[in-house]
Protein backbone atom coordinates (compact mmCIF):
# COMPACT_ATOMS: atom_id res chain seq x y z
CA UNK A 1 0.00 0.00 0.00
CA UNK A 2 1.24 3.46 -1.09
CA UNK A 3 1.57 6.25 1.97
CA UNK A 4 2.39 9.54 1.76
CA UNK A 5 3.38 11.87 4.76
CA UNK A 6 3.67 15.71 4.73
CA UNK A 7 5.83 17.41 7.02
CA UNK A 8 7.14 21.02 7.26
CA UNK A 9 3.72 23.46 7.85
CA UNK A 10 3.63 26.03 10.50
CA UNK A 11 3.28 29.56 10.80
CA UNK A 12 5.28 31.91 8.85
CA UNK A 13 5.13 35.63 8.17
CA UNK A 14 4.20 37.27 4.67
CA UNK A 15 7.34 37.28 2.35
CA UNK A 16 9.00 34.37 4.24
CA UNK A 17 9.81 30.84 3.57
CA UNK A 18 8.87 27.36 4.24
CA UNK A 19 9.73 23.42 3.14
CA UNK A 20 7.44 21.29 2.84
CA UNK A 21 8.09 17.29 2.71
CA UNK A 22 6.61 14.05 1.38
CA UNK A 23 7.56 10.77 1.92
CA UNK A 24 6.35 7.93 0.08
CA UNK A 25 6.80 4.28 1.14
CA UNK A 26 4.85 1.18 -0.07
CA UNK A 27 6.17 1.96 -3.60
CA UNK A 28 8.83 2.94 -6.51
CA UNK A 29 8.42 7.21 -6.26
CA UNK A 30 9.97 6.85 -9.88
CA UNK A 31 6.30 5.82 -11.37
CA UNK A 32 3.89 8.45 -9.97
CA UNK A 33 3.07 11.98 -10.92
CA UNK A 34 3.72 13.77 -7.90
CA UNK A 35 1.61 17.28 -6.99
CA UNK A 36 1.05 19.11 -4.09
CA UNK A 37 -2.90 20.42 -3.14
CA UNK A 38 -3.81 22.77 -0.97
CA UNK A 39 -7.29 23.64 0.65
CA UNK A 40 -8.26 26.91 2.90
CA UNK A 41 -11.43 27.03 4.85
CA UNK A 42 -14.11 26.87 2.30
CA UNK A 43 -12.86 26.60 -0.76
CA UNK A 44 -12.06 24.13 -2.67
CA UNK A 45 -8.68 21.70 -3.07
CA UNK A 46 -6.26 23.64 -5.44
CA UNK A 47 -3.46 22.38 -7.43
CA UNK A 48 -0.16 24.10 -6.49
CA UNK A 49 2.69 21.95 -8.07
CA UNK A 50 3.19 19.03 -9.77
CA UNK A 51 5.99 17.02 -11.46
CA UNK A 52 5.80 13.85 -13.55
CA UNK A 53 7.34 10.83 -13.68
CA UNK A 54 9.85 12.46 -15.88
CA UNK A 55 10.32 15.35 -13.67
CA UNK A 56 8.39 18.40 -15.76
CA UNK A 57 6.81 20.57 -13.72
CA UNK A 58 3.60 22.66 -13.30
CA UNK A 59 2.08 25.89 -11.27
CA UNK A 60 -0.62 27.88 -11.50
CA UNK A 61 -0.34 31.71 -12.02
CA UNK A 62 -0.90 31.89 -8.50
CA UNK A 63 2.31 30.46 -7.40
CA UNK A 64 4.81 30.72 -10.69
CA UNK A 65 8.25 32.16 -9.49
CA UNK A 66 7.51 31.63 -5.73
CA UNK A 67 6.82 27.90 -5.34
CA UNK A 68 9.42 25.18 -6.75
CA UNK A 69 8.74 21.17 -6.45
CA UNK A 70 11.07 18.80 -6.53
CA UNK A 71 11.78 15.23 -6.48
CA UNK A 72 14.63 12.37 -5.26
CA UNK A 73 13.50 9.20 -6.37
CA UNK A 74 16.54 7.41 -4.52
CA UNK A 75 14.83 8.67 -1.62
CA UNK A 76 11.40 8.11 -1.93
CA UNK A 77 10.45 11.86 -0.99
CA UNK A 78 9.01 15.36 -2.59
CA UNK A 79 9.90 18.16 -1.61
CA UNK A 80 7.91 22.06 -2.05
CA UNK A 81 10.02 24.89 -1.53
CA UNK A 82 7.56 28.38 -0.63
CA UNK A 83 8.85 31.35 -0.76
CA UNK A 84 7.33 35.24 -0.88
CA UNK A 85 4.35 33.69 1.22
CA UNK A 86 1.41 35.85 1.20
CA UNK A 87 -1.63 35.22 3.48
CA UNK A 88 -3.79 34.05 0.98
CA UNK A 89 -1.36 30.84 1.09
CA UNK A 90 -2.74 29.92 4.41
CA UNK A 91 -3.79 26.30 3.33
CA UNK A 92 -3.70 22.89 4.43
CA UNK A 93 -1.05 21.32 1.83
CA UNK A 94 -1.81 17.58 0.68
CA UNK A 95 1.20 15.40 -1.24
CA UNK A 96 -0.47 13.61 -3.95
CA UNK A 97 0.74 10.61 -6.29
CA UNK A 98 -0.75 9.57 -9.23
CA UNK A 99 0.32 6.03 -10.60
CA UNK A 100 1.72 6.49 -14.28
CA UNK A 101 2.88 3.27 -14.93
CA UNK A 102 0.84 -0.22 -14.04
CA UNK A 103 0.44 -1.57 -11.76
CA UNK A 104 -0.84 1.91 -9.94
CA UNK A 105 -1.73 3.28 -13.41
CA UNK A 106 -4.47 6.15 -12.67
CA UNK A 107 -4.53 5.42 -8.93
CA UNK A 108 -4.51 8.62 -6.67
CA UNK A 109 -3.26 8.77 -3.17
CA UNK A 110 -3.30 11.27 -0.93
CA UNK A 111 -1.33 11.98 2.48
CA UNK A 112 -3.04 13.20 5.44
CA UNK A 113 -1.72 17.29 5.08
CA UNK A 114 -0.31 19.59 6.74
CA UNK A 115 -1.25 23.37 7.41
CA UNK A 116 0.82 26.52 6.77
CA UNK A 117 -0.59 29.59 8.08
CA UNK A 118 1.30 32.90 7.06
CA UNK A 119 0.19 35.76 9.14
CA UNK A 120 1.86 38.38 11.11
Known amino acids: QVQLVESGGGLVQPGGSLRLSCAVS????????MGWYRQAPEKQRELVAD???????NYPDSVKGRFTISRDNAKGTVTLQMNSLKPEDTAVYYC??????????????WGKGTLVTVSS
Open 26 to 33: GSILSIFR
Open 96 to 109: NALGESPPFYGMHY
Open 51 to 57: ITSGSTT
